[in-house]
């Protein structure tokens, strides 16, 4: 079993900036895909952005390409998600994600909740303009 835990959260205006931290724990292998989610109240929850157990390969959703960045500590079992140039419409729950099931391979086309099965409680992300 993967316990992940999300830290980060919080107010900011438009064109703020905020990170997120993901602390992993329960796994021996460290090659598993993680990801960033979010939901925003009334919508379904979307995929924001990927990585690969190598960090090589990365995926952003078109929303937030260009504005947030993606990486992780694999030595320190951390997901890292850097938000720049916020918006309003960022605002949303986030939820940290990991799977295993691909050994850390082909990351960057597994996007959906699907394609994950180890959830964080998830962190509030709230911009206003």
């Known amino acids: 079993q993967v316990q992940l835990v999300e830290s980060g959260g919080g107010s900011v205006q438009a064109g703020g900036s905020l990170s997120l931290s993901c602390v992993a724990s329960g796994y021996t292998s460290g090659n598993m895909c993680m990801a960033w989610f979010r939901q925003a109240p009334g919508k379904e929850r979307e995929g924001v952005a990927t990585?690969?157990?190598?960090?090589?390969?990365?995926y952003y959703a078109d929303s937030v390409k260009g504005r947030f960045t993606i990486s992780r500590d694999n030595a320190k079992r951390t997901l890292y998600l850097l938000m720049n140039s916020l918006k309003p419409e960022d605002t949303a729950m986030y939820y940290c994600?990991?799977?295993?099931?691909?050994?850390?391979?082909?990351?960057?086309?597994?996007?959906?909740?699907?394609?994950?099965?180890?959830w964080g409680q998830g962190t509030q992300v709230t911009v206003s303009s």
């Open positions: 994600a990991a799977d295993l099931r691909t050994h850390g391979a082909y990351c960057d086309t597994r996007r959906v909740v699907s394609d994950y099965n180890y």
């Open positions: 990585i690969s157990s190598s960090t090589r390969s990365t």
